[in-house]
């Protein structure tokens, strides 16, 4: 059972969640808990030096093992967090798509044509606005996890508050969240699956791009798989050892397979419904829990099961 409180202490806002450990608990101390749960070292330094942390009402070394049924008490200040507020301006123009829900977070369906997040303050009109709203109802906000291209239709994770942020950053870092991808590309791909590990660095010559080992260059590993191909273009599922930006589209080219409709990569496509990719399914460790997720983002009307363009 889970309860999130928020409460003030002065003008300073704090976080505090309870957690009742399960029957199936291991036997190990609330340092290797929270480590297992991904919650930052320098967060569990700040609960130990500031006995921010309680087991069963009472404060207790970090070393102190734990059984099933003990209940943990943790409380977050701002100074935690690199960034504590969330300062989206509340948009309630659209519904939210909720595709899974719980106390700390909610996975959506991000629209195609919308942006992930606002460039500048006061802008509305994108995910996180619509979040702010909806998420103002429950006396939450919107904090931002990752991000998906403004085509990019598919599963989006917004967190309801800040002190799971880093721990789902870290997830994302140890590709311990799952994330599957489906996109149509220009051509019979004959062979069946493939690797493609080609380091993504900046584009000297065009600032909204990127290139293979342009410069800054980072390590970028995909893999795909062929789903089946219709006249001459290809359905492929993909998955991401790594997340650059730009990362399918940019890799898909470099394998001589550019996303059909992409305006970046593949600007002579003659595709009119913009580009076709779609975040299918997140596979999503639960916060706090020994659970894993696994979320499916339907197709939208506007990614084609069959392209015959």
């Not at 100074?79 to 519904?95: L, N």
Request: aromatic content about 8%; hydrophobic content about 40%.
């Amino acid at each position: 059972m889970f309860a999130v409180l928020k409460g003030a202490v002065g003008v300073m806002t704090v976080w505090t969640k309870r957690v009742v450990l399960p029957a199936d608990q291991p036997a190990i101390s609330i340092k290797e808990q929270l480590t297992a749960w991904q919650v930052p070292r320098r967060i569990r330094g700040n609960f130990r030096m500031g006995r921010r942390i309680l087991l069963n009402g009472v404060y207790q070394p970090t070393s102190t093992r734990l059984k099933p049924g003990d209940v943990l008490d943790m409380t977050w200040l701002p100074a935690d967090f690199e960034v504590a507020d969330s300062h989206y301006v509340p948009d309630a123009s659209q519904p939210l798509d909720v595709l899974f829900e719980n106390d700390d977070l909610i996975v959506v369906n991000k629209r195609k044509g919308v942006k992930t997040h606002p460039n500048s303050p006061g802008e509305d009109g994108t995910m996180m606005n619509f979040a702010q709203a909806y998420l103002a109802e429950q006396g939450k906000s919107a904090y931002m996890v990752h991000r998906l291209d403004g085509d990019t239709t598919g599963a989006l994770i917004i967190a309801k508050n800040p002190y799971v942020v880093p721990m789902l950053n870290q997830m994302l870092r140890d590709k311990t969240i799952k994330r599957t991808y489906l996109a149509w590309v220009c051509g019979n791909i004959t062979a069946t699956s493939g690797t493609i590990d080609a380091p993504i660095g900046d584009n000297p010559v065009d600032s909204r791009t990127r290139t293979v080992n342009g410069p800054n260059a980072r390590p970028a590993v995909t893999y795909w798989h062929k789903v089946h191909t219709v006249y001459q273009n290809t359905l492929v599922r993909l998955a991401l050892a790594t997340g650059r930006t730009h990362q399918i589209r940019l890799h898909m080219k470099h394998l001589g397979y550019p996303l059909v409709g992409d305006p970046l990569y593949n600007p002579d496509s003659n595709y009119s419904d913009g580009l076709l990719l779609h975040a299918a399914a997140i596979q999503l460790p639960i916060p706090f829990t020994n659970d894993v997720k696994s979320v499916g983002a339907p197709l939208p009307p506007t990614f084609p099961r069959n392209l015959r363009k």
